[in-house]
Nanobody, 128 residues
Framework: QVHMVQSEGGSVQAGGSLRLSCVPS????????MGWFRQAPGKEREGVAV???????EYADSVKGRFTISKDNAKNTLYLQMNNLRPDDTAIYYC??????????????????????WSQGTQVTVSS
């Protein structure tokens, strides 16, 4: 069952930009905390950024100042703007919704087990 439909990623050179988007399939996310996550080869999946129902955001230290999570409730679309990309940003990127606890509240990036409705994932490759 597809819960989230994600845009394609891409390949860019270091310093470049990409924007990812994610759209829920058959439901609306306005009252959910939403997040972006990534998994690099040989590494565990990690949190990148989250945004709660009020638009409050949190970022992993590794992406602060470079990535921006946002959402358009009218379009029911979640975004991740990635600027100044680095080779260590290379990973498969996923979006997900908080499914445990207070669904609308901000959730710590480390609590991946509190997220569900995962997207299919998309590859982002950054070359040096």
């Amino acid at each position: 069952q597809v819960h989230m439909v994600q845009s394609e990623g891409g390949s860019v050179q270091a310093g470049g930009s990409l924007r990812l988007s994610c759209v829920p399939s058959g439901w609306t996310f306005s009252q959910y905390c939403m997040g972006w996550f990534r998994q690099a080869p040989g590494k565990e999946r990690e949190g990148v950024a989250v945004i709660d129902s009020n638009g409050v955001t949190e970022y992993a230290d590794s992406v602060k100042g470079r990535f921006t999570i946002s959402k358009d409730n009218a379009k029911n679309t979640l975004y991740l703007q990635m600027n100044n990309l680095r080779p260590d940003d290379t990973a498969i990127y996923y979006c997900a919704a908080r499914t445990i606890g207070v669904l609308s509240a901000i959730q710590a990036l480390t609590k991946l087990e509190h997220f569900g409705y995962w997207s299919q994932g998309t590859q982002v490759t950054v070359s040096s």
